[in-house]
């Protein structure tokens, strides 16, 4: 299923990737190089997402809450359906 348009069901995608402990839970992760540096980078799936495709308004919110994985309104960790981000306060 698409994780950004889903499949019109509301059905959480569920994340078959690398994962990192992050409070108690698998969080899942991608890692990359950032151009000219050898050092690996690990980020959350979910801040990823909203990187590349929330709206900007969505984006300036969420930035400023901690670097941590955002909250799923499913409430399942290993879901990484853009609509199930959690606009919520940590």
Sequence with gaps: TD?????????????????????????????????????????????????FFATDESFELLMSYPKTPFARACGRVDCVLLCHVSMDPP
């Design 3 to 51: 994780p950004i348009l889903g499949d019109g069901t509301d059905a959480c995608v569920h994340w078959h990737g690398d994962t990192k402990p992050e409070d108690g839970y698998d969080q899942p992760v991608v890692e990359f190089r950032k151009p000219g540096e050898d050092a690996v980078t690990t980020t959350f799936v979910s801040r990823v997402l909203v990187f």
